[in-house]
């Protein structure tokens, strides 16, 4: 898979997740309470293009988190599963410490409903171009399995669209139910 750095997020270094957390005033004790959500976008929204919604929507995810959201740089990548022609796709990682009593599925909701915001329409097709998506990879340590949400993500530690920018903001991120380091994984992947 052919995945390049496009742009960074905020500044010319994204800070680790340690530094963030330091930024916002939490301790690194707060890191065992975040959710991670991976951004992607191959179609233009109101925001602008792939790249500018991502950014945009990153906004949005700040209204659901009890500190400012941390977004990974935003990187290109080939479409992968997705129906033949599909434009290349702008992909981030970000995390957030969501609010008082948020649960998974609640948070699952408010990703759909920002979707919604930038004019994604779910026709039924897999893997179809959109302006925007946005998955829940994980929750905390939650592990669920139901029709509506499996946690962790069931294909976050196998992409490298996800793996390659949550590891330039928390490479040492261990999903739950693995004992694999994101920057151990992503070379297992890709192997570099």
Partial sequence: MCLHLL??????????????????????????????????ANLPSLAGGPADTLVAAKRHLDGLSAIP?????????????????????CNAVAVVLPKGDCTPMQLLSDLHSIEQVFGRQRSGLRNEARPLDLDLLAFADAVVDDDKLQLPHPRATQREFVLRPLS????????????QTVKSLLTALSGS
């Fill in 168 to 179: 330039h903001i928390w490479p040492d991120y261990r999903f739950p139910g693995t004992d």
């Fill in 7 to 40: 742009t960074q997020s905020m500044s010319c270094l994204s800070p680790t997740i340690a530094d963030w957390l330091r930024q916002s005033g939490q301790s690194t004790d707060q890191a065992a309470g975040l959710a991670l959500i991976g951004l992607g």
């Fill in 69 to 89: 959201v941390l977004l990974s740089p935003v990187m290109t990548s080939r479409p992968v599963d997705c129906p033949p022609g599909s434009p290349d796709f």
